[in-house]
């Protein structure tokens, strides 16, 4: 395999790297557009996806792009279940009454018109399995027939340096088993019926109004065979998890500090059982990813990646509609503009795959559908370079890169981002895991190279005003996070989005046409699986 440019090298090229070329204007009318009311949130399986994916599209075609989904088109059908749980329903936990979106937040991701369920509860600590650390939280625990209540983030997100868990999880860094993602599908893989997270804010990184959210909805990928889905899974609000506790006569705060140790092991809720019964609706719908590709001149089995997700939240019954500007209208905008630019350019090497998912609100559910079912192999897939997320208040001194040291493409962006001027930082709250949460994850996960730019990882160094003024940007865009306020704005300044995406296209010019195979840095949880199809990359 061809090795990496060597630094002086990736110096001098970033030297070279000409002005903007991203058109700010082209990416504000994309998310005017996309986040216009007619387009209704972007929920899948509605109105609005028919509207959005039927737009996208077009606008692939206009560019001069090759259709890059299946059977000559530019789509990926991705089959999903849509859920619903009613508030119609009543829960309790022993013998107080809980209410959906005040003291519990549950969904399902079953297909079936009722979730109903009466077990006892078994607190599992953080729920996390991990032989390469010595650690174990289950200890053999049956969890048939129970609900499980974990602790959201890591073992070590609150440990000292008495605590066994300290610095066998990276530290404050989440890894992929502080995700809910992880604790669901690991409480599933388990036999349990059901799993609650105890919400906390700072582990989550986000509060109780964003859990809330979904207002009771979920999608899925359809089940396989004999998979186990959970009746329920969601969320408990803390101060209600504390008086839970109490009433099976344990204290959770000690519980906490317990869990942070190796000898850890499950506490059942003696004479506490979790109740519910739920009528759900369901509805099978067909999604789409979106896929457009530029077929490349000589290595055109081997691909390099963009991506961003097309989907928001849709509309709520109360006709509430959740626009998603920024997240993520503003990424696809960002793909879209690389499609431009790479188009008018010589044709590259490799093959280009321009890809803007499904789902990514409700799970990433089209990337990880796309991941488990390629278009193009993953072997041969050389990075994935994604948008989530930009900033829309002017050029920045900063690029905030999430997941910054988990590979060699940090290096290549450090050095294309010096010929903006600009210094690549590490994320402010790398605990909120936002590494897992982007479906650049799918693919990585799966062993493909791949880099996030998420402004979320935290405030840009603006050119006006500094990092203060990139922290003010932050927290007011924070309050409109998955919220009605995330609205397009024409008073934005995107020449710092503009930045964004044209580090993406120098990068993806380098990784195109120089032969180069980005790798996990040497010991990353995803190194072993991309070393196993080395063969296929010779």
């Not at 909805?217 to 889905?229: K, L, M, T, V, W």
């Not at 690029?399 to 210094?423: E, F, H, I, K, P």
């Amino acid at each position: 395999m061809k090795r990496f440019l060597a630094l002086p090298l990736l110096a001098l090229l970033a030297a070279s790297t000409p002005r903007l070329a991203a058109d700010p204007a082209l990416m504000s009318e994309a998310v005017r557009t996309l986040a216009s009311p007619e387009f209704e949130g972007r929920g899948p399986g509605t109105p609005g996806e028919a509207k959005t994916v039927a737009w996208l599209v077009e606008r692939f075609k206009t560019l001069g792009l090759e259709p890059g989904g299946e059977d000559g088109s530019f789509i990926q059908k991705v089959p999903m279940i849509h859920t619903r749980v009613s508030p119609e329903g009543g829960m309790a936990i022993g013998t107080t009454v809980v209410h959906q979106g005040r003291e519990i937040n549950v969904t399902t991701v079953r297909d079936d018109p009722k979730a109903d369920v009466i077990a006892p509860l078994v607190f599992v600590g953080y729920g996390v399995t991990a032989p390469e650390a010595g650690w174990d939280d289950f200890k053999g625990v049956d969890l048939h027939g129970k609900v499980a209540v974990f602790l959201v983030n890591d073992p070590d997100f609150e440990a000292t340096a008495s605590d066994d868990a300290n610095g066998r999880f990276g530290g404050r860094r989440m890894t992929y088993y502080g995700r809910w993602t992880y604790k669901f599908d690991e409480a599933a893989r388990r036999g349990a019926v059901g799993a609650l997270i105890v919400h906390d804010t700072g582990g989550a990184g986000y509060p109780w109004t964003t859990v809330n959210a979904n207002n009771g909805e979920n999608y899925a990928i359809p089940a396989r065979p004999g998979e186990n889905r959970l009746v329920l899974q969601g969320w408990i609000e803390h101060g209600m998890a504390d008086r839970m506790f109490a009433g099976a006569g344990l204290d959770l705060n000690a519980l906490r500090v317990q869990a942070r140790s190796a000898k850890f092991r499950p506490a059942e809720l003696k004479g506490v059982r979790f109740s519910a019964e739920l009528p759900v609706s369901v509805e099978r719908i067909e999604s789409r990813n979106v896929i457009a590709r530029l077929t490349g001149k000589g290595h055109s089995n081997e691909t390099v990646m963009f991506g961003a997700h097309w989907d928001a939240y849709g509309k709520a019954a109360d006709g509430t509609i959740r626009p998603g500007a920024n997240d993520d209208a503003m990424g696809v905008a960002g793909v879209l503009e690389l499609a431009r630019l790479f188009k008018a350019g010589k044709r590259p090497d490799r093959t280009l795959v321009f890809a803007l998912w499904t789902g990514e609100e409700r799970g990433l559910l089209g990337s990880e559908y796309y991941a488990s079912h390629p278009l193009y192999p993953l072997e041969t897939t050389a990075a994935n370079l994604t948008l989530d997320i930009l900033n829309t208040a002017g050029p920045s001194r900063n690029v905030v890169l999430v997941g910054n040291g988990n590979s060699s493409l940090d290096t290549m962006l450090m050095a294309v981002a010096a010929g903006q001027g600009r210094t690549v930082v590490g994320e402010t709250f790398s605990e909120r895991g936002l590494y897992f949460r982007a479906d650049h994850f799918s693919v990585a996960r799966r062993g493909v190279p791949s880099l996030l730019i998420m402004q979320l990882g935290g405030a840009p160094d603006l050119a006006e005003g500094g990092l203060a003024a990139g922290q003010a940007w932050l927290d007011g865009y924070m309050k409109c996070y998955h919220q009605a306020c995330d609205t397009w704005d024409a008073a934005w300044d995107l020449r710092g989005a503009a930045q964004d995406v044209d580090l993406y296209y120098l990068m993806g010019l380098r990784i195109a046409n120089n032969g180069l195979w980005p790798r996990w840095r040497t010991g990353f949880e995803f190194e072993k699986i991309r070393n196993a199809s080395a063969a296929a990359r010779r």
